[in-house]
């Protein structure tokens, strides 16, 4: 059974920084698509950036250059890096885990960007 735990969320500046991660069960990471999400008030669930199982990343635009995903296999963790994070990026983050075509999402974590 695929778990995901996130945590790292929090209240910061703009221009801050903060580092999810994501503690994944279940999970077997050569045949998984991780990613993250987040979702805005009032607004749909977003791709932030996602890694195939061939190990290609993708972030979406709006990230690039200030989020930087990351894994640690030994420890099935999935990480985060946000820098110079905007008030724009205030949501709720998601751990995602794409596995034989099945979704599994962790609970989410809040972020908030203060101006």
């Known amino acids: 059974q695929v778990q995901l735990v996130e945590s790292g969320g929090g209240l910061v500046q703009a221009g801050g920084s903060l580092r999810l991660s994501c503690a994944a069960s279940g999970v077997i990471f050569s045949r998984s698509r991780m990613g993250w999400y987040r979702q805005a008030p009032g607004k749909q669930r977003e791709m932030v950036v996602y890694v195939t199982t061939a190990g290609a990343t993708v972030y979406t635009d709006s990230v690039k250059g200030r989020f930087t995903f990351s894994r640690d296999n030994a420890k099935n963790t999935v990480y985060l890096q946000m820098d110079n994070l905007k008030p724009e990026d205030t949501a709720v983050y998601y751990c995602?885990?794409?596995?034989?075509?099945?979704?599994?999402w962790g609970q989410g974590t809040q972020v908030t960007v203060s101006s």
């Open positions: 995602n885990c794409n596995l034989f075509g099945r979704e599994y």
